[in-house]
């Protein structure tokens, strides 16, 4: 008898045989793709060979590439609760002012997601009117360093603030008790309310002493002003209302005082236009070249001495004085001449650092009857308070044990003063030694306590820039590290509520509302006072009237210094990039070029052209090693590298402060040699030099090597029309002047090609050479906007630095005199442009919008887009600069000595925070260049689609444009019949760079104008 | 078949080739037993080159560009001039084996064979240059037009670096059938000689099923003739195209509309060198001088006098028209090519290419083995300098000054430049080694016993002091020239 048949459901019951076919077959019933699939298998249970090995060959491959391709790590964090006014992919901007190494700039701050990414100028600041300068720029940098502390430390070891404010309060306590004097050591502080602060502390520990001191000292003219009108204050030089300006030594374009806001004030009568074509005439004495004196109309090279007695020789002319001990020259005469000429319409400024100087250049403004005019005591400048004598005190007071303790805020003496290497001595012995610094330097790191204070980015404060006009800053990101803001600090030792922010609004409540009539309440007035940034006081006019001081006797004695200086002699300055060495740490600076050499990662010896030839110091530029030479002044040596630049005169040893920093976070942040040693006497002149070879030389990392546009050909010597130039007067008589070629160069652009239409917008960009000062602001605003990579000195020296926008330095006339040009280049966004139709893949290509596009993903590096593009503005990657490929980033650059951006910690999260997330980072083996910030444009064109309008004139604006101080830079729309750029875009003056190439470029230049007529004659 | 033959006409087989089966043993021979100890000793020497032109290829694609010496302004250098210098040695190939087929210059059937596997190992060594030399090697495929899921995304046709693409693949494709298909009767007569069978199994695949019977010779002639015709306008389409690479441009010194008869004058100039270079080696290491003759050398000296001298003329044109135009930007850059920061490149160019071939004027030079050997590395080394000098001097100092930069090598520029030359000469004796050096069943086309048996008889008669020699009538021409 068969067996009884068990089933498990009716279907089974019915139909065994099929049921059970089904079943072993496990996918039949599914989808007709899964049935395909397996009918290509045997459904026998047999796996033949063949189709073993396929599956074996399968899974082993898939394996392989699964196990091999690492994913890298991505790491985002949502918001917990998300802040009402943070919109992802939307910016926010705060008003804030940046305050430091001496620099004043009103800004806002670009946040992204919370994260300050971007500096812009606050176009409501009526002192920088929206400029910014190279440092403002390169700040935001540094709130992403990695040599930041990340919180309070004793000697090496990290502490918590308890056990720091335990120790340094018993400190502080313990030499109160003593009665043992302890010194408050700051550079200029400009905030009232940390004033109000440090009073307090004062108040509560009454043997703290604060010495206010700045590296780059204001002493002498500080101190002059005292002696001369009774007030211990900078007046407000009023560029924009003088006729003529007559510089000694003062680079007022690049870094002297508020030297934003000359920019922006300068500029006012130099922009020259058919409807006005006047312009302001500046004459600039001076020993080392500056923008400022390669800007100037005439330029009088003298050497350091002859800066000082040009000043005696102005002073006879302007006073009708005969005193022995002056140097002339008929520019000089005609610099003091044009001074007469325009009286109450002139300017003189002077950067010598001597009360003499100053008091001989008070005198000379005071006669031209300058002072109420274009130099006034009405809001004096507050950026520079600091004295020469506090150095001293301090240096002294260690030595003699009457200072037992020292605390540093905003200050590196032990890098800045001249005799910092002793000073760090004297530090390490003192009882108590505190610095405030934010990241590592010099003085913190030998001092006993580190509290380390917030970055400017993340505290309050505020600034008052010049009686009565105050700025606040307000926080952009919480604390990123467990820091405190300095401020709080001395509050908790007083014993008050370590508030700050509270502080400051009681402080503004008492001491600053009272003083507007705009708002009632002080709410509304703190609240819009930090909307705006700014905020300008009614206050009662200082007055000042000069006191008799006998300039005769000022004069003679500085006659008879003058002549124990010999004959040669060295001038110290800073440099538009690192300034004082604050930012010598940081790395959008260091790659700075400075406009004047083309120097970048280190400082150098200036000499003159016909000085190196004479010692046989020429470099060898194809190398790049420049001969080293030994400097001897008094007891200090200094060896650096030797650089000719054309307009040093004979007997000119220029060497720029701030590098040679040794207390920074890698090797390759020590750059070039510390020059504050030879500051001795607080002068940047110091005489007596002498100079010995040293046999040696050394690679500067150097940009542009100095050409002239003259060059020779197989037809002679003849001038490259790359920049083009006209004196005023010639201007007045033809606006085409120094133009002239233009219309025979446009009328004979001719093609078979069909031209495009651009139905949309036309991008075009037009610069004004007569306004650009070289300042460089706008190349680390690029750096900033655009993720531009740092790639290091040894990169620089190989010529691949990867800067977007760079500052073209061209000199005309002689090595002795040279008349100099700056010019912005960047990509010029052709119509017609060479490198698009050489592309082989297509990764460069042409908007609609007339913007020249490059499509990264797309491009596979041939480089030959770069190498016809007639403007040589296309960089490309020849390493992964900016970490972007993660597979090579511990493997370093092969034969190449390493790259900055790796070693410096660029790729690390935290400096990578600095990233604007609108633009792409690129990666090995790709080009890159200007891409007109076409993020801001699609932001601009995104918010009139919003709100249903059309774009309007001046709403998009490009990274470089909104960082000039000079508003050199005009872009828009040409198709906008009412644009700003669409009419200068047909003015006579502007031109394009190599026109004839048809290349239909989209960035116009306007010629450079000097107001030269009458020295020519001479 | 000619059916009259000059007895003026110089043998173009050496005196002691006496019959079929000498030719085919000797010229069968290196392909067979152990080559001599020099061809070990100087593959050994190119194999280890080779190994470290792979280390260098290995290194700048693992490290990027970077490692290389270029910078900003300079983005082609060594990388480009290699390219094209290695494209232009290939010239020599094809020029021999298809113009010269196609004027039945037979002359060539001793060199051809090595001089088209010159071609094909140049293309070789030229092809890799610029896939090597984009930043992102592992996307070179974009360079080419296929169908793809980007849009579809197409390439730029207006490119000349496409043009390229183009022009060198199909160089490439038709050399290296033309090359095969001579090989063919060859691969047989080697596979019928092979004693080992799988020496046998070997050349029989490699030739192709060939019997040797009329219908495939027959379709033999009219393949080679056919390859001939569309190889003939390769060799002036080729370096022509390369050419538009830097005519096309806008920078000075290269945008020159001379640039096509010159890069191709050029590239034939050093093709033929480098023939020079490779047969004078090869007729020695594998005793070949009866197939590879003086007079090969010689007509080859011919056409190294002629084309330096057309790259010379062209050089000073490039001169005179910078001058003529009266543009301030190209007078810059041939006087600074001539006189500036790099004069040494291009005092080296003029003296190799201009200076040094005009001693072969003399006939007795154009003979000379030793300075035939010299000036055809001199010509190649003048060749390479004229592509750095059109390509480094034009780069270096452009439109603007201020960007103007120097060049200098690393140790992997000069590593892949060395190393393609090793893989070049790794790849030609390999060759030599497996292959018949000179076509064997071309030479035997040109090789007539019956008419050199009767001038040797009619020399003897006209009073020749020497036995005439079977295959030779030199002694009977040297006596008839005598006695006249």
Redesign the interface.
Known sequence: MADKIYWKSIEEKDNPELFYTNNENEFSSGSKVVDELVEGFPKSGNTSRRDFLKMLGFSVTAATIAASCEMPVRKSIPYAWKPEEVVPGVANYYASVFFSAGEYNAILVKTREGRPIKIEGNKQSIITKGGTSAKAQASVLSLYDGARYKGPRKGKENISWEQADKEVKSKLDELKQKGAKVALFTSTIASPSTKAVIKDFIAAYPNVEHLVYDPISYSGLLDANEQMFGIRAIPDYQFSKAKVIVGVGADYLGTWLNHTEYETDWAVNRRVSKQNPRMSKTFHIESVPTVTGYKADVRIPVKPAHEEASLIAIYNIVAGKNIPGGYSNPKIEAAAKALISAPGEGLLVCGINDVKVQLLVNAINLALRNYGNTISFERPVYIKQGSDAAAATLYDGLKNGTYKGVLFYESNPVYQHPRGKELADLIANAELSVSFANRLDETSSVCNYVLPDNHYLESWNDIEVKAGIINTVQPTISRLFDTRQFQETLLTYAGKPANYYEYIRQYWENNFFPKQSRYPGFLAFWDNTLHDGEVVLNINPATVSARNINIDDVAAELAKEISSYGEAQVKLYETISVGDGTYADNPWLLELPDPVTKVTWGNYIVVSPSFAKKNDLLPD???KEYHVLKLKVGEQEIELPVVAVPGTPEGTFGIPLGFGRTAVNHDLLKNGKNAFPLLKSGKEICGNVTFSKTGKTEKLAIT??H???T?????GV?T?K?VKEATLEEYIKNPRAGNEDREEILHELVTLYPTHERPGHHWTMVIDLNTCTGCSACVVACNAENNIPVVGKD?VI????MHWL?I???FTGSEEDPTVVF?P?LCQHCDNA?CE??????ATNHSSEGLNQMTYN???????C???C???VR??????YAGNDSF?KK??????EGLASYQLGLREPLSRMVLNPDVTVR?????EKCSFCVQRLQDAKLTAKKENRILRDGEAQTACQTACPTNAITFGDRNNKEAAVTALFSDERAFG??EE?H?LPNVLYLTQIRNTVEEKKV | MHAYESEFREPLIGPSVKNYTQITDELVRPTEGNPPLSWWLIFGLMATGTLFFLFCLG?TI??????W?????V??AWDITNFVWWIGIGHAGTLISAILLLFRQRFRTGINRAAEAMTIFAVICAGIF?LL?????W??F??FPYPNTRGP????F?????WD?FAISTYFTVSVLFWYSGLMPDFATIRDRAKSKTRKFIYNILAFGWQGTAKQWQRFESLSLVLAGLSTPLVLSVHTIVSF?FA????PGWHTTIFPPYFVAGAIFSGFAMVETLMLITRVVFKLEDYITINHIESMNKIIVLTGSIVGIAYLTE?FI??YS?Y??E??????RALG?YWWAYASMMFCNVVSPQFYWFKSLRRNLWVTFILSIFVNIGMWFERFVIIVTS?AD?????????F?P???DVGIYVGSICLFMTLFLLFARTFPVVAIAEVKSIFRTSSAVAKAERAKQQGATHEGYVGSYQVGVLDKDAKN
């Open positions: 530029l194809n190398s542009q090597t050409h002239t546009l060059l020779k050909g197989l037809g003849r490259r790359i990169q190989r010529a691949r630095e760079r073209d330095r061209y010019q280049m060479p139709n050489v592309c082989p893949v297509a797309r491009c596979i590096g041939t480089r030959y770069a190498n016809n007639p403007y040589k960089r490309f990657n020849w390493y992964d090579d493997w370093g650059t092969g034969n190449d990666s090995r083996g790709v080009i760079v190599v190439l290349t | 290194w693992w490290f990027g560009i970077g490692t010496g270029l910078n900003k302004t983005g082609w610029p030399h984009t930043g992102r090697q996307l070179d974009f360079i995304l197409w390439v730029n207006n490119s000349p670096l496409l693409v690479d096309t441009s806008v920078i001169l910078a001058w009266g301030l930007y007078q810059h850059a041939f006087y600074n920061k780069l452009d439109f603007l000054p201020s960007s103007w930069t120097y200098t690393t140790w992997v």
